[in-house]
């Protein structure tokens, strides 16, 4: 099961008794803050949970699956999460 914005913002309205909607564009505009940050390829740091930022991968040798034929997998940028300390710790202690 995955946690989705719908779920945020339902348990942001059962936490904070915030409307509905207002629930829904608070959670809307976050994740909207951190896509426009990780596209100008700044780094996000959300203290206690981790980091996202950009990393530029460059072009390289790969394979189409379907037909086994080589290609070229072209330059690009991608996005990497490393958690934080406070988060690795959370894990490490479910198990």
Known sequence: MALTRADIAER???KSNLPKNL???FVDAFFEDI???LEKGEVVKLTGFGN???????AR???NPKTGKEVIISERRVTTFRAG???RN???NEN
């Open 12 to 14: 942001l309205i059962a």
């Open 23 to 25: 629930a829904q564009d």
């Open 35 to 37: 896509a426009s940050t």
């Open 52 to 58: 996202f930022e950009l990393k530029q991968k460059k």
């Open 61 to 63: 040798p790969g394979r």
């Open 85 to 87: 300390q406070k988060l």
């Open 90 to 92: 959370r894990i490490d």
